[in-house]
Nanobody
Framework: QVQLVESGGGSVQAGGSLTLSCAAS????????MGWFRQAPGKGREGVAA???????TYADSVKGRFTISQDNAKNTLYLQMNSLKPEDTAMYYC????????????????????WGSGTQVSVSA
């Protein structure tokens, strides 16, 4: 049974930093993609960043240069380092995982992913 558990959210002032973690259990695929999504109140779920089993990363334009996605395979943990946070980054952040990810999949589309965590809240004040 696959479980994804996010942590690291919180409240920060604009310009601050946070690091989100996603601990994965039961997810033992050699080929996969994992991603971070966010959803603000009244808005749809937005793909923030994704990484595949080869380490290839992709980012939303709104976070390029500020956020970094990474993974520690030994710890089965996905990370999202968020720097220079802005009030518009305020949202619930979710971790997602998809086994057998291929290049034709849109890794920034929520429909690509089979497994989801329950989310961690990030609030950025001006």
């Amino acid at each position: 049974q696959v479980q994804l558990v996010e942590s690291g959210g919180g409240s920060v002032q604009a310009g601050g930093s946070l690091t989100l973690s996603c601990a994965a259990s039961g997810f033992t695929y050699s080929n996969y993609c994992m991603g971070w999504f966010r959803q603000a109140p009244g808005k749809g779920r937005e793909g923030v960043a994704a990484i595949d089993s080869d380490g290839k990363t992709t980012y939303a334009d709104s976070v390029k240069g500020r956020f970094t996605i990474s993974q520690d395979n030994a710890k089965n943990t996905l990370y999202l380092q968020m720097n220079s946070l802005k009030p518009e980054d305020t949202a619930m952040y979710y971790c997602a995982a998809q086994p057998f990810c291929v290049d034709s999949m849109d890794v920034r589309n929520a429909r690509t992913y089979k497994y989801w965590g329950s989310g961690t809240q990030v609030s950025v004040s001006a």
